[in-house]
């Protein structure tokens, strides 16, 4: 979708209403305008390629590092569109890309609007869990860390921050065991709404670069995370599972990059990586027990034989 629209439509509406923070359904939106390879259009036929701007929605738009939601429209007229990205436009509007897949959309049609409610869990535990990493950096690693950037996707997150060197093996197991031990403390997830000045007073973490209105979003985990987000969240931390830190490395100087996975993919995680070791293990003649010390007698003997 552009990044922008025609000044006269952007003058004539009023922004989106986000309607999604308490689910991922909304029954009757009014289709407020259509386009067309960028340019307003009164209608979208059957295979047609567009952007749907409704009244309100359900569908998250791409921001904050958290991708924008996908779905479908049914409208009461019958047209049934496809929802492959969710972005802002013009700043204020959601705009729902994608291609009508049967039927006719029509500017004023009224639809019934569902994003796909599975991906849009699987993306929540993974923004939660990166407020919950940031903690962790900061308490492990020093006050001097911050983001620098993040995704947010249904499979993983990926999370930039600043500081100077690789960590090490202790550092990352001390992260990912404070995420876990938050996990398992389960603490709700409160959603406070106030001016920004009172956010910060109220200890709230502002992202460097962000813009932030005088109104803002802040979230908040037991007392170990108070960050500024618009994003969707998990109800209480205890939903994210399992969080599972699968890299960590260098993206620019002075600043690394950690990506991990919770939930469902965490578990995935784990299963692959015993699947690996049953697989070595069986390799060497042992159980997973043994696998080490059978690799270390191996390689001894190799090197007794080259000599």
Do not use: W
Not at 11 to 17: D, N, V, W
Not at 101 to 126: F, I, K, P, Y
Not at 179 to 184: C, F, G, K, Q
Not at 219 to 240: A, Y
């Amino acid at each position: 979708g552009g990044s922008g629209l025609p000044a006269e439509l952007v003058a004539r509406l009023k922004p989106t209403a986000f309607c999604g923070y308490d689910g991922t359904q909304a029954r009757d939106c009014e289709i407020v305008a259509l386009l067309r390879e960028g340019v307003p259009v009164e209608s979208l036929a059957t295979g047609e390629e567009g952007v749907v701007l409704l009244d309100r929605t359900p569908f998250y738009a791409e921001s904050g590092g958290q991708v924008g939601d996908t779905g479908r429209f049914q409208a009461e007229a019958g047209g049934v569109f496809q929802v492959s990205d969710t972005t802002k436009v013009s700043g204020v509007f959601h705009g729902h890309a994608g291609r009508v897949h049967s039927g006719v959309l029509r500017v004023g049609d009224r639809v019934d609007a569902q994003a796909d409610a599975e991906r849009r869990r699987a993306t929540v535990l993974n923004h939660s869990a990166t407020h919950l990493l940031h903690a962790a950096l900061r308490q492990v690693l020093g006050e001097h860390v911050q983001q620098k950037g993040s995704l947010v996707a249904p499979d993983r997150l990926r999370f930039d921050f600043s500081h100077f060197q690789a960590l090490t093996r202790q550092e990352l197991a001390r992260i990912e065991a404070l995420v876990n031990a938050e996990i398992r403390r389960n603490a709700e997830a409160e959603v406070h709404h106030m001016g920004m000045q009172e956010a910060l007073d109220f200890g709230a973490l502002a992202l460097f670069g962000e813009k932030y209105g005088e109104n803002v979003r802040v979230l908040r985990m037991g007392t170990f995370s108070t960050e500024l987000c618009g994003g969707t969240h998990v109800s209480r931390t205890g939903d994210i599972g399992l969080f599972k830190i699968i890299s960590e490395g260098g993206v620019a100087a002075g600043v690394r990059r950690i990506e991990a996975v919770t939930g469902e993919g965490a578990m995935d995680v784990v299963a692959q990586t015993e699947e690996r070791l049953d697989e070595a293990a069986a390799l060497v003649g042992g159980g997973r027990g043994e696998l080490a010390e059978r690799i270390r007698q191996m390689l001894e003997r190799h090197k007794r034989l080259e000599r």
